[in-house]
Nanobody, 128 residues
Framework: QVQLVESGGGSVQAGGSLRLSCEAS????????WGWFRQIPGKEREAVAI???????RYDDSAKGRFTISQDNAKNTLSLQMNALKPDDTAMYYC??????????????????????WGQGTQVTVSS
């Protein structure tokens, strides 16, 4: 059974940095696309950054140049380094996983229904 546990959220002033982590368990034997999503109350959850099984990355325009997604396969950990944070980044952040084909290149999806495994979320609050 896949389990994802996020950590690293908190409160920070605009311009500051935070690093989110997501520890995964029960994932051996498969390849995955991993993503960080965020949700503001009253709005839909949206993809922020995606990393594929080959290490390729995709970012929402709002995150490009400021956020970096990375994975440590040895530690089964997904991270999101967030720099130059803005009040608009305030949201609940979720890590999520989607199984990928075992071989070949694969364009990871960004749509929520494609991601079967979700963490419980970690709150990020950026004050101006």
């Amino acid at each position: 059974q896949v389990q994802l546990v996020e950590s690293g959220g908190g409160s920070v002033q605009a311009g500051g940095s935070l690093r989110l982590s997501c520890e995964a368990s029960g994932i051996s034997g498969y390849r995955y696309c991993w993503g960080w999503f965020r949700q503001i109350p009253g709005k839909e959850r949206e993809a922020v950054a995606i990393v594929g099984p080959d290490g390729s990355t995709r970012y929402d325009d709002s995150a490009k140049g400021r956020f970096t997604i990375s994975q440590d396969n040895a530690k089964n950990t997904l991270s999101l380094q967030m720099n130059a944070l803005k009040p608009d980044d305030t949201a609940m952040y979720y890590c999520a996983g989607s199984r990928a084909p075992m071989f070949g290149t694969y364009a990871c999806p960004t749509s929520l229904p494609a991601y079967r495994y979700w963490g419980q979320g970690t709150q990020v609050t950026v004050s101006s």
